[in-house]
């Protein structure tokens, strides 16, 4: 294994074979995203970080693994400036000279990096910036939107005076809570004909229940005698990862699921933390409750332009997914046409 260099033109570190004591919690307090942690990268990458690429002024750290001739960059949806990223991409490639390529996810136009690239897919996450208040939350909210959360929680206190939320720390009790929280959502899908994404990968239940257990939170909103709305939330840094929610369909009267993103946000805020990040999807109900896009960009930088001719395969699989992602746009916006034409 190649030895640790240090670059003072690029105050930079390459560390291969190293991740020091502490990059877990540093990289969590650096950046308040969850998909920039150890935890996500065990559970759901797969993934187990074979060095490290820190840089200074400003302070970054990295974590990658090598797979082939390709470093993988496993930082995930977190803040990084252009210029930073030609620092630790030209440092990783000084220090590893097998490596042809980088994958890294980046938030800014990728335009703005200025290094031989492809462009490989892109998410769009639903940010709500939350301010220091409830009372300024809400003020950001639409007119509409707060008479409706308004309505729909005195309803629903009136109904159900003992409504209340609890935070649950997950332990022993946390698959039981995902398997009620994947009973509603089944049934919820199932009238409407549908299969979830967790129906058509078992093992997904296995890996969030992982997750869970390592860094999250379950709020659970109990009306009667049981829950009868759930969410996951994952705190981290200065921000809260709001992963998963389902009701019971017996309270879609009262439409306890916007209610309980709403409580969720209201928590945070009171905690202190500045954002929500409600994932990608269904970007309606999350834009009435504030959330903007940002995208995250995953790019192949390359060490010189030609190595592009060596990754050839990438570059088709690429057309392939474009060519699908089209095909989905085109069906979801005739379906919403279709709900217009409707009035639904």
């Known amino acids: 294994m190649t030895a640790p260099a240090y670059y003072s033109d690029l105050r930079a570190r390459v560390a291969p074979g190293e991740v020091p004591d502490g990059a ?12 920039a942690t150890v935890d996500w990268f065990v559970t759901h990458d797969d993934a187990v970080a074979m060095g490290t690429c820190t840089l200074e002024e400003p302070r970054h750290v990295v974590l990658f693994e090598m797979q082939g001739d390709t470093i993988e960059v496993l930082n995930k949806t977190f803040a990084i400036a252009p210029e930073d990223v030609r620092r630790a991409c030209e440092a990783l490639f000084r220090a590893l000279p097998a490596a042809r390529r980088i994958h890294f996810e980046v938030m800014f136009p990728p335009r703005e990096l200025r290094l031989p690239k492809r462009v490989l897919y892109w998410t769009d996450h639903m940010i709500v910036p939350l301010p220091a208040s409830v009372e300024e939350y809400q003020e950001q909210l639409g007119k509409s939107t707060r008479r409706n959360l308004r309505t729909y929680e005195n309803r629903l206190r009136r109904d159900f005076p003992g409504l209340h939320t609890e935070v649950v720390v997950p332990g022993p009790d946390s698959r039981a ?3 009620l929280f994947l009973e509603w959502k089944t049934d919820r899908f199932g009238t409407l004909g ?3 994404y967790w129906q058509k990968d078992p093992r997904l239940a296995d890996r969030f229940v992982a997750l869970l257990q390592r860094c999250g939170e379950v709020h659970v909103t109990t009306l009667v005698d049981g829950p009868a709305a759930i969410v996951f939330a994952f705190p981290v840094g200065p921000a ?11 309270y879609d009267y009262y439409h306890l699921g916007l209610l309980a993103w709403y409580w969720l946000a209201c928590d ?4 202190g933390l500045s954002s929500m990040n409600l994932l990608w999807g269904t970007a309606t109900y999350k834009r ?11 790019v192949s930088v390359f060490r010189h332009q030609t190595d592009r001719l060596y990754s050839l395969g ?20 005739r379906a919403y046409a279709r709900r217009l ?3 639904e």
């Not at 877990?24 to 998909?35: C, K, P, Q, T």
């Not at 009435?288 to 995953?298: E, I, K, Q, S, Y």
């Open 24 to 35: 877990a919690e540093e990289i969590r307090d650096l950046y308040g995203s969850l998909f």
């Open 177 to 179: 809570l995902v398997n």
């Open 194 to 196: 549908r299969d979830t």
């Open 240 to 250: 809260v990862c709001a992963q998963e929610a389902a009701f019971d369909t017996r």
């Open 268 to 271: 945070a805020i009171a905690r």
């Open 288 to 298: 009435r409750l504030g959330a903007v896009p940002r995208r995250a960009t995953t």
């Open 314 to 333: 990438e570059a088709r699989e690429v057309v392939a997914l474009r060519l699908r992602r089209s095909k989905a746009y085109y069906w979801r916006a």
């Open 341 to 343: 034409v409707k009035g």
